[in-house]
């Protein structure tokens, strides 16, 4: 069925296509959430989105890049330390409740 969706599916604009993932992934959207995808919408979003990072990169040297993703990545995920010689320890010291 889902090979049947995929070769009827309307052609694509010119600029850019849709990989397979990415419309396997609209259907399953459209399939699970009963919404509808405008895939000439979708594409041209794409474009304007690949055409923003080819300007953020034209603009700013690599190092100063990976030193802004460094950090966005630090925010986004703290590090989490876990002790795990005190944890065996807190463990070996509970004695199981006698039922």
């Given at each position: 069925?889902?090979?049947?969706?995929?070769?009827?599916r309307?052609?694509?604009?010119?600029?850019?296509g849709?990989?397979?993932?990415?419309?396997?992934?609209l259907?399953?959207?459209?399939l699970?959430?009963?919404?509808?995808v405008d895939?000439?919408e979708?594409?041209?979003r794409?474009?304007?989105?690949?055409?923003?990072?080819v300007?953020r990169?034209?603009?700013?040297?690599?190092?100063e890049?990976?030193?802004?993703?460094?950090?966005?990545l630090?925010?986004?995920?703290?590090?989490?330390?876990?002790?795990?010689?005190?944890?065996?320890?807190?463990?070996s010291?509970?004695?199981p409740?006698?039922?």
């Amino acid at each position: 069925m889902i090979r049947r969706i995929i070769r009827k599916r309307r052609p694509a604009p010119t600029l850019t296509g849709i990989s397979l993932e990415e419309e396997l992934a609209l259907i399953r959207v459209e399939l699970m959430y009963g919404l509808r995808v405008d895939r000439e919408e979708y594409l041209r979003r794409k474009v304007d989105e690949r055409n923003e990072m080819v300007t953020r990169m034209r603009e700013r040297e690599p190092a100063e890049m990976l030193a802004d993703l460094r950090g966005s990545l630090e925010r986004t995920v703290r590090p989490t330390v876990v002790d795990l010689h005190s944890r065996r320890q807190a463990r070996s010291h509970q004695d199981p409740e006698p039922a």
